[in-house]
T-cell receptor, first 113, second 114 residues
Framework: GNSVTQMEGPVTLSEEAFLTINCTYT??????LFWYVQYPGEGLQLLLK?????DKGSNKGFEATYRKETTSFHLEKGSVQVSDSAVYFC????????????FGKGTKLTVNP | DADVTQTPRNRITKTGKRIMLECSQT?????MYWYRQDPGLGLQLIYY???????NKGEISDGYSVSRQAQAKFSLSLESAIPNQTALYFC?????????????FGPGTRLTVL
């Protein structure tokens, strides 16, 4: 089946630290990959996306590269801010089938000043 | 105004009660979804609808039902609520025919079943 595995949290960093949140996937076909972010008290919103191998998604200083050979889509940011504190979800979707998002369990990030 | 709205935002109810959660969208999207979020479990799909006449079960539909009253409205019902349905519920929408099929989420409804 199709699944997404994220590193378990919570992750606690100091402001300006480097962030990596690991995400690997299993898929029966060729998925598109996403990172969603959930700020406290809010719904999820799309952070970035990639639709084919070697694509790099980027937004708000965050980046993730679609690595087909390692089935990974790790999220990185060079210098985190307090405002980045949130829960981050990796997700995939397979086209031509059910076309439903499959989410990882989420990783909670706390950034301290 | 928010594009995807959910009512109520918070609800406390008792075991055995019937509960309806409502979702409305002004984005003009055909596809709508209901998810449940539990701590440490991510989001699980309850039901989804690709158009007004198309309703499909998701991963965890038992104990839930839905109604797609119009393109803009998708309601989730718990016919007889039980405590393990205590969770955060999200509605989402997406356009059909989109390469990325990005989903847009509502703010969530926090449901507590006592």
């Amino acid at each position: 089946g199709n699944s997404v595995t994220q590193m378990e949290g919570p992750v606690t960093l100091s402001e300006e630290a480097f962030l990596t949140i690991n995400c690997t996937y299993t898929a029966t076909g060729y998925p598109s990959l996403f990172w969603y972010v959930q700020y406290p008290g809010e719904g999820l919103q799309l952070l970035l996306k990639a639709t084919k191998a070697d694509d790099k998604g980027s937004n708000k200083g965050f980046e993730a590269t679609y690595r087909k050979e390692t089935t990974s889509f790790h999220l990185e940011k060079g210098s985190v801010q307090v405002s980045d504190s949130a829960v981050y979800f990796c997700a995939l979707i397979l086209w031509g089938g059910s076309e439903k998002l499959v989410f990882g369990k989420g990783t909670k990030l706390t950034v301290n000043p | 105004d928010a594009d995807v709205t959910q009512t109520p935002r918070n609800r406390i109810t008792k075991t055995g009660k019937r509960i309806m959660l409502e979702c409305s969208q002004t984005k003009g999207h055909d596809r709508m979804y209901w998810y449940r979020q539990d701590p440490g479990l991510g989001l699980q799909l309850i039901y989804y609808s690709f158009d007004v006449k198309d309703i499909n079960k998701g991963e965890i539909s038992d104990g839930y039902s839905v109604s797609r009253q119009a393109q803009a409205k998708f309601s989730l019902s718990l016919e007889s609520a039980i405590p393990n349905q205590t969770a955060l519920y999200f509605c989402a929408t997406s356009p059909s025919g989109s390469t990325y099929n990005e989903q847009f989420f509502g703010p969530g409804t926090r449901l507590t079943v006592l």
